[in-house]
């Protein structure tokens, strides 16, 4: 007999790679969230009104637009809103220009599920006022 889940939060997934979204999108469902996915900035921007996310992961480098622009737009639309940028280029740079950015997380491409469970769950619910990097 399954259990039946309570959705704690809707999530923007935005990444040009479906694989990743097929995995995050699959392991955050199990947890009780709700996913929506995007495969460019102005995609992602698209669904932040219609969706009203409660988070947004978001890799840095997307084929249309990047990680930065959709964080910019975040917090436009909903100033407190947390973002995690996702990234395979993890550099000094980046992580600078994320903190810079007023991110909540920063995960370097590849990880675990069990990170990505820890950050959502950091970005949703944080019991201090540093972010998970």
Known sequence: MES???VTATILLVDDETEFLDTWTRVLERQGFCCVTANNAPQAIALLSPERPDLVITDLSLPV??????????????????????????TPENAARARSAGVNGYLPKPFSNRALIQAVRSALHPTSASPHF
């Open 4 to 6: 039946s889940l309570v």
């Open 65 to 90: 637009g990047d990680g930065f622009e959709v964080v910019r737009q975040a917090q436009m639309h909903s100033p407190a809103i947390p973002v995690i940028i996702v990234t395979a280029y993890n």
